[in-house]
């Protein structure tokens, strides 16, 4: 079955740094990957979609520009954290959808525990 | 899409069937039924979904009433593993997934 691969698993970093989580599709190609945020006892929300080969479209509240996603192969979609602040600690996932299966499940990467410290 | 309501949380005994409901009153006709579950730090991993015929893979059946504004996710002998959050979606295909609160489904031995 599809698998997506995300990387790292979980990461530390001091308030004022940018942290980079990758996601990978290890077995398909994902033309669209999305991410996603999640915050202790919270739901999951979808934070942008992204595109290979173009720009990200993000959910409203969303800074663009803190939250850099770049999507250059099909394989790979990048998320960087940019100015890391404490209140962007949380968990999150990314995934991806082999466009012509029928039954267009999406796939879920293991996510990446953000703690900014 | 349309919006899904299920209990916040949900028990049963390791071993048991595990019967999770999902209300969805206003799925119109082209809206999948779609489940997926979370086990506690993990992402999302799909279950089953289905369009008005009832379902049944290798983890799960789906039941989806005849009218279709009800759907419950079947567990046939739920085990300790299979405690997680349980998330009911309606949507079109390949649209994108939004995630309600979902059901926290406990397996007690």
């Known amino acids: 079955g599809a698998v997506v691969s995300q990387h790292p698993s979980r990461v530390i970093c001091k308030s004022g740094t940018s942290v980079k989580i990758e996601c990978r599709s290890l077995?398909?190609?994902?033309?669209?990957m999305f991410w996603y945020r999640q915050f202790p006892k919270q739901s999951l929300m979808l934070m942008a979609t992204s595109n290979e080969g173009s720009k990200a479209t993000y959910e409203q509240g969303v800074e663009k520009d803190k939250f850099l996603i770049n999507h250059a192969s099909l394989t790979l979609s990048t998320l960087t954290v940019t100015s890391a602040h404490p209140e962007d600690s949380s968990f999150y996932i990314c995934?991806?959808?082999?466009?012509?299966?029928?039954?267009?499940?999406?796939?879920f990467g293991s996510g990446t525990r953000l703690t900014v410290v | 899409d349309a919006k899904t309501t299920q209990p916040p949380s949900m028990d049963c005994a390791e071993g048991r069937a595990a019967n999770l409901p999902c209300n969805h009153s206003?799925?119109?006709?082209?809206?999948?039924v779609y489940w997926y579950r979370q086990i506690h730090s993990q992402g999302p991993q799909y279950i089953i979904h289905?369009?008005?015929n009832n379902e049944t893979n290798e983890m799960a059946s789906l039941i989806i009433t005849e009218d279709r504004k009800s759907s419950t996710l079947i567990l046939p002998h739920a085990t300790l593993r299979d405690t997680a959050v349980y998330y009911c979606?309606?949507?079109?295909?390949?649209?994108?997934?939004?995630f309600g609160k979902g059901t926290m489904l406990l397996v007690s031995p």
């Open positions: 995934s991806a959808t082999e466009p012509d299966r029928d039954d267009s499940d999406y796939t």
């Open positions: 077995d398909f190609q994902a033309t669209t």
């Open positions: 979606i309606v949507r079109v295909g390949y649209s994108t997934l939004t």
């Open positions: 289905g369009l008005k």
């Open positions: 206003t799925i119109s006709g082209n809206e999948y």
